[in-house]
């Protein structure tokens, strides 16, 4: 059952502020219905000076001391309207500044509480977006929409209500606009829903044929046909243009009679048109008119400017659900310091692992085995196997849904992230370099590593003479002065792994983007780095693990054999046959992880 009473989005994200932004709300509409105040008094002197009483009992006093009281007041109420919006203005940027603060405080604190894991199935733009742009948006929301709201309703409410108090009759004439705009705005928004459908449908297919042209352009320049693969991308921008123009013709056409119905002019219009047949009755005075003629019309910015805010309202709600989904992401539980534990040797055991990132998303299912110390393991299988995953629960990028992992009989839940990355390494296909200098970088997970310390492991790497060829050395930053190849990162990679100096070692494809060159180098650090260490190795290629100490064939999410290459191979089973057609893991659907 769906819960009514759940507070939206925006009014969860702005609850810590929630008091601020209505009390800068209310300043800010107070403020402008005292700046109003002087547009009265013009009306009230214009009557006097006219000689006409008919506006006296705004002001009910003798002529000559009327003038400047009138005056007086308006300007006093101009400065006290003016001091209360910058006042509501302040209050409300304020809020906003401790908002975004808290915001940005809590979106990091629970991102460094999140499995590691989660952040393998986003991209950088995802966490940016929410971390960021979105936080930004709701800057807007909070420092910007109330005040302007507030001010917005402020001079409606006043100047209806001055003029109904004038005169309610030619009031409900001259206001006479203002029910047709939103008649016609609720036609525009009630347009047919099968346009829009439609100019969706097309603009998906402008994607598609973007990309298929995009990607397909040395295909289609090597077999001469790009007059086809023109003429597919052409009819679908041609068709998204005549969708958009039935979407947009009906919707622009009522959307323009709804601002005209409120344009100045037309207002302005009505109220002379309303105010001649009431002095030609009798029933007013020329002068009587001018309050009318001058408020009324001002009227229609604000409504305009409330219709606009409600409008932008939209992106602020999605900004809001995001920031709340990224606060809500679950967390790896904090370890109590009752349950923590110390690993005593570096035995690695798999007790009946099991790991779904859904209940129809499994992707490991019973694995048990050992990592005795000072041995190589490798795992291979099929994409999709589970292998990544496997070596993720070991750097408890996750954790089982079922069984569980321990490392010198502690189990990896009750082991101080700190303690546990100093125990267990990593070098992972997927590099993540941070914008900063190359030393810092390496020493990434030591920061108080020295400059020694720091050489030592990239020469130990294979990468000192390279970062040496920098601009700056060992100071250029990753993405301004240090552009690095794939293999070169992965380098730099091992590098970091080599100066935490781990006695267990995780690599998962470790040379897959390296070229030719690149891959030896990695190699011969890999090789000199893993000396009497204990290693899990993940590979596709068969020929790079035949000397592994046991390798493990994972196939539909199980362990379905394991062993020495040579025993294997006497076996004659999924591994022999793997080796059988070249020594190659067999491609089939990618393993996907959910986001």
Excluded at 67 to 77: D, H, Q, R
Excluded at 100 to 122: D, I
Excluded at 558 to 570: K, P
Aim: charged letters at 15%.
């Amino acid at each position: 059952m769906v819960n009514t009473n759940q507070p939206g989005p925006i009014s969860q994200v702005l609850a810590p502020i929630r008091g601020h932004l209505i009390v800068s709300t209310l300043l800010a509409g107070l403020g402008t219905m005292l700046t109003l105040v002087p547009l009265a008094g013009i009306a009230h002197i214009a009557a006097l000076a006219l000689g006409q009483p008919g506006l006296t009992k705004l002001w009910p006093m003798q002529p000559q001391s009327a003038v400047g009281w009138t005056v007086a007041v308006g300007v006093i109420c101009l400065f006290i309207g003016m001091t209360l919006i910058l006042v509501g203005e302040l209050t409300a940027h304020l809020a906003d500044n401790r908002l975004v603060h808290q915001l940005r405080l809590a979106t990091a604190q629970r991102l460094a509480k999140v499995p590691l894991g989660w952040f393998s199935n986003r991209t950088s733009g995802e966490v940016k977006q929410a971390m960021q742009d979105d936080i930004v948006t709701l800057h807007s929301l909070t420092a910007h929409f109330y005040t302007a709201a507030g001010r917005a309703c402020g001079v409606i409410l006043i100047s209806v209500a001055y003029l109904l108090w004038l005169d309610w009759r030619m009031a409900l004439l001259a206001l006479l606009p203002f029910p047709g705009f939103f008649l016609f705005l609720r036609r525009a928004m009630n347009t047919d829903d099968a346009p829009r459908q439609d100019f969706v449908t097309q603009l998906g297919r402008l994607n598609s044929t973007t990309v298929e042209f995009v990607t397909g352009i040395p295909v289609v320049k090597a077999f001469g046909v790009t007059g086809k693969a023109h003429a597919n991308y052409r009819d679908a921008v041609d068709s998204v243009a005549k969708a958009f123009t039935k979407l947009t013709g009906p919707l622009v056409a009522s959307m323009a009679h709804a601002h005209a119905m409120i344009a100045p002019i037309t207002v302005l219009g009505v109220v002379l048109a309303s105010g001649t047949v009431f002095v030609g009755l009798g029933w007013m005075t020329p002068v009587e008119i001018l309050p009318f003629a001058l408020v009324a019309p001002g009227i229609c910015a604000p409504l305009l400017l409330l219709h606009t805010l409600l409008h932008d309202l939209g992106s602020a709600t999605g900004a809001a659900q995001r920031v709340i989904g990224l606060l809500e992401t679950p967390i790896l539980e904090p370890i109590p310091t009752t349950q923590q534990q110390t690993p005593v040797g570096n035995e690695v055991r798999f007790h009946n692992v099991s790991y779904a990132y859904d209940p129809q998303h499994q992707v490991l299912s019973g694995g048990s085995f050992t990592l005795q110390p000072n041995t190589i393991t490798a795992i291979v299988g099929p994409s999709g196997a589970g292998k990544s995953t496997l070596a993720q629960l070991l750097l408890r990028f996750f954790d089982p849904t079922e069984g569980n992992i321990t490392l010198g009989g502690a189990d990896l839940r009750c082991i101080e992230a700190s303690q546990l990355y100093r125990h267990i390494g990593f070098v992972l296909q997927d590099v993540r370099l941070i914008h900063a200098s190359v030393r810092d970088n390496i020493a990434l997970g030591h920061p108080s590593a020295s400059a020694q310390e720091v050489e030592s492991a990239a020469r130990a790497a294979n990468i000192h003479d390279r970062i040496l060829a920098l601009p700056r050395g060992y100071d250029s930053v990753i993405g301004e002065d240090a552009q690095l190849s794939g293999g070169e990162r992965q380098r730099i990679s091992v590098a970091r792994a080599v100066l935490l100096d781990p006695p267990v070692l995780v690599l998962d494809e470790a040379t897959a983007a390296a070229d030719a060159q690149n891959e030896v180098a990695l190699q011969n650090a890999l090789s000199d780095f893993a000396q009497g260490r204990t290693l899990l190795v993940i590979a596709h290629r068969l020929d790079t693990i035949m000397h592994a100490d046991r390798i493990l064939v994972l196939e539909n999410t199980r362990i379905v054999e394991q062993g020495t290459h040579e025993q294997l191979l006497q076996r004659n089973g999924r591994y022999a046959q793997l080796w059988a057609k070249g020594g190659y893991d067999i491609p089939v659907a990618e393993e996907v992880q959910p986001c």
